[in-house]
């Protein structure tokens, strides 16, 4: 069965440093997501992404964040400068009637 | 926007036992879906059901788009149950899921 892949699976990085997380979706899906948790709280929405364009955002997808998918199959977060409030774990996911989550990076930022 | 409230928050289980974890939502919808979280942090898709009942296994979910709530029944647990129950909605505007706050289970052996 097709699976999101995600990598890296843990990221630790200094505060102030750009992240890039990388997703692989479902090929022959068309939308495509990114959540995040913070440890111990619920999933919530950061951005979609559809036909090379954001088609939403979030308020906590700031200047900070920018998404892109540069070759037709890898999907990309780039965190520019890291908060400490950005360690949570990230997913990503894509649509055919259904999301489809990948297993997540886990971001710490010290 | 849309509210999505899972109750209960906690729930400890001997193995074996049955339980049954609710999830209201405040609007239409046109999409729900239930994941369980594995203590390694993966969310595993359990249903896609807007409407409905659907059954896998030792679990089965009933969604009452009407009167916006949705179930889901984990029968015979096992201790691999343990874990957050995660219900989540696509609002008629489309898109984006809204999760709730989660159902932490527990199952003792």
């Known amino acids: 069965e097709p699976e999101v892949t995600q990598t890296p699976s843990h990221q630790v990085t200094q505060m102030g440093q750009e992240v890039i997380l990388r997703c692989v979706p479902i090929?022959?899906?068309?939308?495509f997501y990114w959540y995040r948790q913070i440890l111990g709280q619920k999933v919530e929405f950061l951005v979609s992404?559809?036909?090379?364009?954001?088609?939403?955002k979030s308020e906590i997808f700031d200047d900070q964040f920018s998404v892109e998918r540069p070759d037709g199959s890898n999907f990309t977060l780039k965190i520019r400068s890291t908060k400490l409030e950005d360690s949570a774990m990230y997913f990503c996911?894509?649509?055919?009637?259904?999301?489809?989550f990948g297993p997540g990076t886990r971001l710490t930022v010290t | 926007g849309i509210q999505v409230e899972q109750s209960p928050p906690d729930l400890i289980l001997q193995e074996g036992a049955n339980s049954t974890l609710r999830c209201n939502f405040s609007?239409?919808?046109?999409?729900l879906q239930w994941f369980h979280q594995n203590p390694w942090g993966q969310l595993i898709n359990l249903f896609y059901?807007?409407?409905g009942t659907k059954q896998n296994g030792r679990l089965s979910a009933t969604t009452v788009a009407t009167e916006r709530y949705s179930l889901l029944y984990i029968s015979s647990s096992q201790t691999t149950d343990s874990g957050v129950y995660f219900c989540?909605?696509?609002?008629?505007?489309?898109?984006?899921?809204?999760f709730g706050q989660g159902t932490e289970l527990s199952v003792k052996p």
């Open positions: 609007d239409s919808v046109n999409n």
């Open positions: 989540a909605v696509e609002g008629n505007q489309g898109g984006k899921l809204i």
């Open positions: 996911a894509s649509v055919k009637y259904e999301q489809y």
């Open positions: 090929s022959n899906h068309l939308y």
């Open positions: 992404f559809y036909n090379n364009e954001i088609s939403e």
């Open positions: 059901i807007p409407s």
